[in-house]
Structure formats: structure tokens, C-alpha cells
């Protein structure tokens, strides 16, 4: 079972969720993995103890090409659909910009004369951690520079492979790193906070998901701030709440400090606890006695 | 000298716009003939590298320099690299009358 953890706002406490749930997860002895898909600025690894090993490398390709081969024909520009070639017949001009090129290939099949070539670039990282031995964390990094993370974020979820359970901790937003998350979870959990800035983006992002077709609940983060109009709209639009977190200091310093709430406040166990139930229930609604 | 200015609407009484990459016209002005033609932006609706793909259509048309409001870093550098010039419209809300009649 895959499950993605996701915001439309960020700072709204996926992390937060993600690491606690995993540390629950682990506590009930099940085979649990957590995946860091946040890879412009992964940070599970400051909750979880233990030193990366097994570092990979992530790279791209990128197409190179040969001027003194190239007929200036400008299929390769036509046929890219991201404007990572810029060309020009008149004055003669042909050049990669590769802060947009997606690695899709399309140029070196346009190509009639075999001018394009490739060449490997790195563009991140993939670490793993172990507890007791037994993979616990992934975590994707973005090296700097690097325009789009989100090869580094397929790579990782298909490096944690198959366990019970496979936690995503996706990047923020609704663009292209977020579906690269959302897309391969059996359920997504939305975090939001009652404020007017959480509601504005937990209304995009569960528009993208009801287009995508993904079952989605959400936790409400920080409940106690902000207002009701959050706790209207889920009403309204028959969106599932699954848990609040309450808006409590205690919750932030133990945060702040880089440690687990679960560990730290054994109050709060049983609203991650509760949540996992749910979670699991909605994402294999048919074992629901 | 051919100069390109982007622009809201075909026309000399429009406003320039305040985009270079995604701005809905380019007005091409000839110093020699003193026409001003217009020309949709074929790369306003690109998803991404509108920049890029703006300043290769207006070099394509025979710009040789850019007046605008500002330029971002990818298209500063092709530019440049083109020999094309920028001219840097200091002013906000400028008619393409007005930049034209600086010329």
C-alpha cells in the first residue's frame, strides 16, 4: 500500500504527519518505508535516526549538438515541446538550454542526420537509512541548480520497492513533483490548516486529484487557528476529515527540535495511531468488516 | 534598425506590456521605413521557455533590438549573445506611440 502525504500550502505539517505516522507504523511492527519526495528540501531525515548509506547518484540525459554535423533543419526544435532548443535559421543558431529540457528523447529521434548525441548529467541523489537493519528512509535530494526534481522523486519511490506500507512525504504545491508523487499512491492524504490560505490551496489540490482520479482524505493541522469556513467546505464538498492535530505549542517545540511528537508527547500516539486505522481502512475499503 | 516592443493589443495606442516571453503582441518598428507592424507572440501560451522561444520569433522577424520593461536571465543572455540590444523602458504604463516616438 502506497500512501501519499501531500499539501497544496506548504508548512502545513506534512512532515510532520509523514514521520510521525511512520513511526507509529513501526511501533505496530508494520513493514513500513518512508520516502522523502520533497527533494528540493528533504528534512524526514532530521526525525529518524541513523547516517545515510548506499548513496546513488540521479542523473539525466542531455541531448548535445554537433554543429559541424547539424544541417540547421530545425526538426529537433519542432518536435521539442518544452523550448529546451533554441534555433535559428537566419542568423545560423542552434543551442540546448538545458534548464528546460525534460529528457523525453524527442530531439535525437527528430533528427535525420544523427548530429544529437547525449550526455549524462547528475542532478541529484538518492540516500537510504536503516533502523534495526531494515530500510527505513529514502530520501531524494535535488543537487542545486537542477531545474526539475522529478526524476530524482521516481526514482526514489521505485528504489523503496514493495513493503506493506510505503509512506510519501510529496513535495508542496500542485505542480509536475507533486503528481510525480500523488501518481503512483493507492491514497492521498491531504494536511491543511483552518486558515483562508489553507482552504484556497486544499481546494487546488483536491481538484487535481479528483481529476486524477486518486481517493484522497484530509487532516486538518493546527485546528484551533484560523476558522470555520475550512471545516464548511469539507462538509460541503463531502470531503472526508480524517484527524485534527490541534494547534498546540508542545507540538511545535517538540518540532522545532527535530524530534518525533509520538516519542516525546505519548498523548498525541493516539490521534497518529487513529489516523494510520483510518488511513488503511479508506485505502483497502473492502477489508472494512 | 528593427526594433520590437511587446505590447497588449495590435495597436499604437496599446500599452506595453509589462511581459517580454508571454506578452499577447510584439509591435515591430522600422527605423528606416517608419512602420510599425504587429505580430501575435506565437510563445505566450508556451507551458514553459516562453522567453526563449519570444526571443527567437523576434530575432526570426528581424529585430535588432528589444525595447521592454524588463528581461529575464535566459533571455538577457540570448540576446546578448545575438548582438540584439536592450533598450530598458524606465516608465511604467508607456503607449507603443510613446516608445516609438523616443526612436
Known amino acids: ?289 | 534598425m528593427k526594433i520590437a516592443i511587446p505590447c497588449v493589443q495590435p495597436s499604437a495606442s496599446a500599452l506595453v506590456d509589462d511581459r517580454f516571453g508571454r506578452c499577447a503582441y510584439f509591435a515591430f518598428y522600422d527605423e528606416e521605413t517608419q512602420q510599425t507592424t504587429f505580430v501575435e507572440n506565437p510563445a505566450a501560451q508556451s507551458n514553459e521557455g516562453a522567453g526563449p522561444a519570444a526571443a527567437q520569433f523576434v530575432v526570426s522577424q528581424g529585430a535588432e533590438a528589444v525595447a521592454a520593461r524588463q528581461l529575464g536571465p535566459k533571455v538577457t543572455s540570448l540576446l546578448q549573445s545575438l548582438s540584439v540590444r536592450f533598450i530598458e523602458l524606465n516608465e511604467a504604463d508607456l503607449t507603443i506611440d510613446r516608445v516609438i516616438g523616443l526612436f
Not at chain 1, 52 to 59: I, L
Request: with cysteine; glycine share 8%.
Open chain 1, 1 to 289: 500500500m502506497i500512501i501519499a502525504i501531500a499539501s497544496g500550502k506548504g508548512g502545513t505539517g506534512k512532515t510532520l504527519v509523514s514521520t510521525n505516522l511512520f513511526q507509529v507504523s513501526l511501533d505496530d511492527r508494520v513493514d513500513v518505508v518512508l520516502v522523502d519526495c520533497d527533494a528540493e528540501e528533504p528534512n524526514d531525515a532530521v526525525f529518524l535516526p541513523g547516517e545515510p548509506k548506499g548513496m546513488q547518484t540521479v542523473t539525466q540525459q542531455m541531448p548535445v549538438i554537433d554543429k559541424a554535423v547539424c544541417t540547421y533543419c530545425g526538426r529537433c526544435h519542432d518536435w521539442c515541446s518544452y523550448n529546451a532548443i533554441f534555433f535559428l535559421r537566419e542568423p545560423r543558431r542552434i543551442d540546448v538550454l538545458e534548464d528546460l529540457c525534460h529528457d523525453c528523447g524527442a530531439c535525437l529521434a527528430a533528427c535525420k542526420v544523427g548530429a544529437i548525441t547525449e550526455k549524462t548529467v547528475p542532478i541529484g541523489t538518492l540516500s537510504m537509512r536503516y533502523i534495526n537493519k531494515r530500510p527505513a528512509l529514502i530520501e531524494g535530494r535535488t543537487l542545486v541548480g537542477t531545474a526539475s526534481p522529478v526524476k530524482i522523486i521516481k526514482q526514489a519511490i521505485s528504489e523503496a520497492g514493495k513493503h506493506d506500507l510505503v509512506i510519501l512525504d510529496a513535495p508542496p504545491g500542485i505542480s509536475c513533483p507533486f503528481i510525480a508523487t500523488v501518481e503512483p499512491a493507492d491514497y492521498v492524504v491531504l494536511v491543511t490548516e483552518p486558515t483562508p490560505f489553507g482552504l484556497n490551496d486544499l481546494a487546488l489540490s483536491i481538484e487535481t486529484l479528483e481529476q486524477m482520479g486518486k481517493p484522497h482524505g484530509v487532516v486538518v493541522n493546527r485546528a484551533g487557528l484560523g476558522d470555520e469556513a475550512l471545516y464548511r467546505w469539507l462538509v460541503d464538498k463531502g470531503v472526508l476529515q480524517l484527524a485534527d492535530i490541534p494547534f498546540d505549542r508542545a507540538i511545535a517545540s517538540v518540532y522545532a527540535e527535530g524530534k518525533l511528537v509520538v516519542k516525546v508527547l505519548p498523548a498525541y500516539k493516539p490521534v497518529f495511531q487513529t489516523l494510520l486505522d483510518r488511513i488503511r481502512a479508506q485505502a483497502h475499503p473492502s477489508t472494512i468488516a
